[in-house]
């Protein structure tokens, strides 16, 4: 499933259950004793689609050289815990760490028409969100939220050294520091919280190590700076 396929039908997921909030008004409300501990706990499953944004560098492209481009988006997955903190009535602390694996493709193109190569990029990190969540008021077993924060990301699958076996010519930082925002639905059940949230989470820095491949410096220098774009579907369970 390409990238532009598969956002939309994140988006269709993630706003599937506002269908069901008006059903809500006609059910009993369940008891959030878990919610409403200073501080619980709980796990997270979640789907992504890791992505560039990559700025190329035109002077290299105007002398016939390679233009890059972000040409599909594979999904992948993420595994976090949940720790939550809750300072206020309407705003919790919360820290996800876990792990997370994808995949990124890049395809190079010569003179804006031919095909040249792809490179593909495996990533598997380790990560340690530190969010901030603002919950609105609750609608029987239903409330919606605002998250926000920071995420340090460490990737176990970065390069230190090129492969002569693999014909990968760029390498990555394997740390970096997003930030990250998105919203979601909390749905109240008997026994737990599960809550659906869609976020975005980008790159601050220039990932893309500057140094080229023996024997293929083309790759390296069509691009002037790449940061790291990931969007997040994730099901807690608290």
């Known amino acids: 499933m390409t990238g532009r396929r598969f956002l939309p039908f994140l988006l269709i997921v993630f706003l599937l259950p506002f269908i069901q909030i008006k059903g809500q008004r006609e059910k009993p409300m369940n008891k959030s004793w878990y919610d409403d501990k200073p501080l619980h706990f709980g796990f997270s499953l979640g789907f992504n689609t890791m992505d560039f944004k990559i700025t190329p560098d035109y002077n290299s492209y105007f002398s016939d050289s390679l233009y890059p481009e972000v040409a599909m988006l594979s999904p992948g997955i993420n595994i976090q815990i949940v720790i939550d903190y809750r300072p206020a009535t309407y705003w919790d602390i919360r820290f996800l760490p876990g792990v997370s694996f994808g995949q990124r493709n890049i395809i190079f193109y010569q003179n804006q028409a031919v095909f040249d190569d792809r490179q593909s990029i495996e990533s598997s990190f380790l990560e340690f969100p530190l969010l901030v ?9 239903v409330r919606p939220y605002l998250i926000g924060g920071l995420n340090y990301r460490l990737d176990l699958a970065g390069r230190k ?14 740390s970096d520091l997003y930030w990250e925002a998105g919203a979601g639905l909390d749905f109240y059940l008997p026994y737990f919280k599960l809550s659906i949230e869609l976020k975005m989470s980008n790159g601050i820095r220039d990932i893309l190590v500057h140094e080229p491949a023996p024997g293929y410096p083309q790759y390296v220098s069509a691009i002037e700076k790449m940061k790291s774009q990931i969007w997040v579907l994730s099901f807690h369970f608290e």
């Open 133 to 141: 969540k603002h919950k609105g008021a609750r609608l029987n077993n």
């Open 161 to 174: 050294e090129f492969d002569e076996e693999e014909p990968i010519y760029l390498r990555l930082h394997r």
